[in-house]
Nanobody, 125 residues
Framework: QVQLVQSGGGLAQAGGSLRLSCAAS????????MAWFRQAQGKEREFVAT????????YYTDSVKGRFTISRDNGRNTVWLQMNSLTPEDTAVYYC??????????????????WGQGTQVTVAS
């Protein structure tokens, strides 16, 4: 079992920045890809970004490319999401996720077995 504990988030002005953190405990050795998803009120949960086990590969949904950066430190069992140039459309609850699958696209929520508790990000215009 892997437990994910998120921190960060909160309120930002449009154009501002926030940083989310997600620390893994339990059996983090089982974790392969990690990702961030978000869910805006009244909408489906959507993929934001994913990073490979060794941190060498990362992928982003089009709406955050060039603004968000996902990174991880396996020694600290932590993944971050740096969010810059925030817009009101980024307002959502953000979830950290960890997969134990050795292969996959890692774009889909079904590929992730472990989830953080969720963190509210609100961007004011």
């Amino acid at each position: 079992q892997v437990q994910l504990v998120q921190s960060g988030g909160g309120l930002a002005q449009a154009g501002g920045s926030l940083r989310l953190s997600c620390a893994a405990s339990g059996r983090p050795i089982d974790v392969t890809a990690m990702a961030w998803f978000r869910q805006a009120q009244g909408k489906e949960r959507e993929f934001v970004a994913t990073i490979s086990r060794d941190g060498a590969l990362n992928y982003y949904t089009d709406s955050v490319k060039g603004r968000f950066t996902i990174s991880r430190d396996n020694g600290r069992n932590t993944v971050w999401l740096q969010m810059n140039s925030l817009t009101p459309e980024d307002t959502a609850v953000y979830y950290c996720a960890a997969s134990s699958q050795p292969y996959g696209t890692y774009y889909y929520a079904e590929e992730y077995a472990y989830w953080g508790q969720g963190t509210q990000v609100t961007v004011a215009s």
